[in-house]
C-alpha cells in the first residue's frame, strides 16, 4: 500500500496541531488530532479518491481567516477537493482539472522592495 506524506498543522482554534492522512485505497481522509483522537466530521469518504502519490496540503484558499485541507485525485477524472475542517466542502469546489494533478500553494505576498 502506498500512503502519501501526511500534513501536519494548527487547523482548529484550540492552538494545538493535527494530522492529515489520505488512504486512496479506502477513499478516505483521517484527520487526527495533537491527542491521537480523531477529529468529529473525520473520516471524510471521496468517492473516486485516488491519491496514492499526492499529500494533503492545508492553506486559507478562500480568505476566510480559516484553514482548508486540499486533496487532489489521480484519477481519470482529475479533481482537486477542497473541505473547510468541519469536513464541509468549500463553495466552488472540487475543481475539475481533467488531468494528473499535483497541486502547490505558496504565499507570494513580499512587503520588502527587492
Not at 30 to 57: A, D, H, R, V
Not at 62 to 71: A, F, G, K, S
Request: hydrophobic content about 40%; proline content about 7%.
Amino acid at each position: 500500500m502506498w500512503l502519501p506524506n501526511p500534513a501536519v498543522g494548527i487547523i482548529d482554534q484550540n492552538g494545538s496541531k493535527s494530522i492529515i492522512v489520505t488512504i486512496a485505497e479506502q477513499g478516505n481522509v483521517y484527520c487526527w488530532g495533537q491527542n491521537g483522537n480523531m477529529l468529529s466530521n473525520f473520516p471524510i469518504t471521496l468517492i473516486g479518491l485516488e491519491s496514492k502519490f499526492n499529500s494533503p496540503l492545508i492553506a486559507d484558499i478562500d480568505q476566510d481567516d480559516d484553514l482548508e485541507l486540499v486533496i487532489s485525485s489521480n484519477s481519470s477524472e482529475g479533481s482537486i477537493f477542497a473541505f473547510n475542517f468541519d469536513g464541509s466542502p468549500v463553495v466552488g469546489w472540487p475543481l475539475r482539472v481533467k488531468s494528473f494533478s499535483t497541486p502547490h500553494i505558496s504565499d507570494h505576498y513580499c512587503p520588502v522592495k527587492l
